[in-house]
């Protein structure tokens, strides 16, 4: 089985201004990726698959940041129609599949995408949500998530028709105990079979979850993100609370 890494990042973020090339505890904060896609590679550098790792930009920073790394990755130049702030991730990430497949003359059975803003990701949850595609015939993609800590049926709101707000999700629900469990995609790992990325409809996607300790994933959108994770960070490594993490520690 090939299986194709994927790190999509743009030069510019509105909500954080430059965060895909920051520094994340003194580390800048795409070595933590690097790290964990290592670390599953050194693990499997004996099976059968083939592990390679592709990087989708337009930031002549980052890859200088990976070239310090010293991993080695198959570079894809971002292209214009694919930079703006509504494009579609999964259409990035079939493109970067598409580009890296002639790169290489190798077909990819599985393309697994790393955001760069889950520095706290570790090898269990790559492996955990890697499996939920390969040990189910009929799943075709599979995402982590986190807890929800509200629900749409219960105690999430939005404006209707009227101009006044209600429930997200009409209900009669009257305890959080009673609704169904809902979770939060939390942007950390994707994973896709070649065949849903190249036909991404509705109902074409059996897709499965990977449930990750939600103080440890904050999708990194802001400043106030990037503090918060980053004191976070300095106290699970000091206190040992998740020794898991280790994976990625790089202080």
């Known amino acids: 089985m ?20 920051r520094e994340f505890c003194g580390s800048p904060l795409v070595h933590y990726t690097l790290a964990v896609y290592e670390k599953y590679k050194e693990k499997y550098r004996n099976s059968q698959h083939e592990i390679s790792l592709a990087v989708n930009t337009d930031s002549r920073q980052l890859l200088w940041q990976i070239d310090q790394k010293g991993t080695k990755y198959i570079f ?3 292209k214009k129609e694919l930079a703006g702030d509504t494009a579609a991730k999964g259409d990035v990430i079939r493109d970067t599949m598409l ?9 990819y059975d599985l393309i697994v995408d790393l955001d760069i803003t889950s ?13 939920q595609v390969t040990q189910c015939e009929k799943c075709n993609f599979a ?12 105690n999430m709101v939005c404006k209707n028709e009227t101009g006044f ?5 009409s209900s009669d ?6 609704v169904p469990e809902c979770f939060d995609m939390n942007a950390s790992i994707y994973v896709y079979t070649r065949a849903y990325l190249l036909d991404m409809c509705a109902e074409n996607r059996f897709a499965l979850i990977w449930e990750m300790e939600d103080s440890l ?18 106290y699970y490594w000091k206190c040992g609370k998740y020794t898991d993490i280790k994976d990625v520690k790089q202080l």
């Open 99 to 107: 580009e890296a497949e002639k790169v290489k003359n190798t077909i």
């Open 165 to 169: 707000y209600d429930r997200v999700i």
């Open 143 to 154: 995402y982590s998530v986190a807890k929800s800590r509200r629900s749409p049926y219960f």
């Open 173 to 178: 629900y009257t305890a959080r105990q009673q």
């Open 76 to 78: 894809i130049q971002r």
């Open 119 to 131: 520095p706290l990701r570790n090898l269990a949850d790559v492996e955990g949500t890697i499996n």
């Open 2 to 21: 090939n299986i194709l890494f994927t790190i999509c990042a743009r030069a510019g973020s509105k909500g954080a201004a430059g965060k895909n090339i």
């Open 217 to 234: 994933v904050l999708d990194i959108d802001s400043d106030n993100d990037f503090e918060m994770m980053e004191m976070l960070a300095g």
